[in-house]
């Protein structure tokens, strides 16, 4: 009996052995800003000497998302607005507010899913509207009011934009209504799809007369273009905020995950992340290159 219990706990502490030493799963969505949040995701926790597999570039959102309620992922990172699709709230006003956006999620991911939130990018890759650097009438760091004014005086305005931005309540007419103004169709150009590397692209090179185009907060082109996001001080937008999202029994293993990523996603601010991305959209680097570098600079200064 003695010997069958000392094999028994042998292998019970085998299988503890195995456990700990298995590698976290890290994915990311198939874009670029994705890519890059995953790899930095992979160095922070290989850095504490944790062993990590990669499956950066996993899919879309439901993909991803699927995944991790499966298990067959362990961390990824994920935008706080996207809770109002995951939990069918998307008329709560909290997603307008990026500390009442993140709380909410978090507080309902827990306890449904198991899924942890860590701590936030102070950042937001939501639906925005920039403009060319050198559009006269706009002061240095300008918000979608100094727009609205700058059309109430007669400024030439043209928007290069898809159509789902142009026709969504939640997009252009959001913006509109919040801000007091309307675009007539003489102001639009509407493109099919959604690529916004199109509507940058239109806007920087003043195609068809376009000086300004939708775009997401944290788009690498923006600023490669000369191009500056408008920000929106009346919260017209969802806030998508990017966190590490975790499951609850790797968080549990592994404590020391959630300061070292707290400390790394404290310093990704919107202009960070645009230069970031930029680096792999729009000079071709490797992400996996660009995180690692970005890390031991951010780690450096602390």
Same mark, same amino acid.
């Given at each position: 009996?003695?010997?069958?219990?000392?094999?028994?706990?042998?292998?019970?502490?085998?299988?503890?052995?195995?456990?700990?030493?298995?590698?976290?799963?890290?994915?990311?969505?198939?874009?670029?800003?994705?890519?890059?949040?995953?790899?930095?995701?992979?160095?922070?926790?290989?850095?504490?000497?944790?062993?990590?597999?990669?499956?950066?570039?996993?899919?879309?959102?439901?993909?991803?998302?699927?995944?991790?309620?499966?298990?067959?992922?362990?961390?990824?990172?994920?935008?706080?607005?996207?809770?109002?699709?995951?939990?069918?709230?998307? *008329?709560?006003?909290?997603? +307008?507010? $990026? @500390?009442? %956006?993140?709380?909410? /999620?978090? =507080?309902?991911?827990?306890?449904?899913?198991?899924?942890?939130?860590?701590?936030?990018?102070?950042?937001?890759?939501?639906?925005?509207?920039?403009?060319?650097?050198?559009?006269?009438?706009?002061?240095?760091?300008?918000?979608?009011?100094?727009?609205?004014?700058?059309?109430?005086?007669?400024?030439?305005?043209?928007?290069?934009?898809?159509?789902?931005?142009?026709?969504?309540?939640?997009?252009?007419?959001?913006?509109?209504?919040?801000?007091?103004?309307?675009?007539?169709?003489?102001?639009?150009?509407?493109?099919?799809?959604?690529? *916004?590397?199109?509507?940058? +692209?239109? $806007? @920087?090179? %003043?195609?068809?007369? /376009?000086? =300004?185009?939708?775009?997401?907060?944290?788009?690498?082109?923006?600023?490669?273009?000369?191009?500056?996001?408008?920000?929106?001080?009346?919260?017209?937008?969802?806030?998508?905020?990017?966190?590490?999202?975790?499951?609850?029994?790797?968080?549990?293993?592994?404590?020391?995950?959630?300061?070292?990523?707290?400390?790394?996603?404290?310093?990704?601010?919107?202009?960070?992340?645009?230069?970031?991305?930029?680096?792999?959209?729009?000079?071709?680097?490797?992400?996996?290159?660009?995180?690692?570098?970005?890390?031991?600079?951010?780690?450096?200064?602390?």
């Amino acid at each position: 009996m003695l010997a069958t219990a000392m094999l028994a706990l042998a292998m019970l502490l085998s299988a503890q052995s195995r456990a700990a030493e298995a590698p976290i799963v890290v994915a990311s969505k198939i874009d670029t800003e994705g890519s890059l949040l995953g790899e930095l995701i992979a160095a922070v926790i290989e850095r504490s000497g944790v062993p990590v597999q990669r499956r950066i570039g996993l899919g879309p959102t439901n993909i991803v998302r699927a995944a991790i309620l499966a298990g067959q992922i362990d961390i990824y990172p994920e935008y706080t607005g996207n809770g109002a699709l995951f939990f069918h709230r998307e *008329t709560d006003p909290a997603w +307008r507010d $990026a @500390a009442q %956006g993140y709380a909410l /999620v978090a =507080a309902l991911d827990k306890p449904q899913n198991g899924l942890i939130w860590l701590t936030p990018a102070p950042a937001d890759n939501t639906w925005v509207i920039a403009v060319r650097k050198n559009l006269v009438g706009f002061p240095r760091q300008p918000c979608v009011g100094d727009l609205a004014t700058y059309l109430a005086k007669g400024g030439r305005f043209r928007l290069a934009a898809s159509a789902e931005f142009v026709e969504s309540p939640a997009a252009l007419p959001a913006f509109e209504a919040a801000y007091g103004f309307h675009l007539s169709g003489d102001q639009l150009l509407t493109l099919s799809g959604g690529n *916004t590397a199109a509507t940058l +692209r239109a $806007a @920087a090179e %003043g195609i068809s007369g /376009v000086n =300004a185009a939708m775009a997401y907060g944290t788009d690498g082109a923006i600023a490669a273009l000369g191009l500056i996001a408008l920000c929106d001080d009346e919260h017209a937008q969802v806030v998508y905020a990017p966190a590490p999202v975790i499951r609850a029994p790797i968080l549990r293993q592994n404590p020391g995950i959630a300061p070292a990523l707290d400390r790394v996603f404290a310093t990704l601010t919107r202009e960070k992340l645009q230069a970031l991305n930029a680096r792999i959209a729009v000079d071709g680097e490797d992400a996996r290159a660009v995180a690692d570098e970005y890390l031991k600079s951010a780690l450096a200064r602390r």
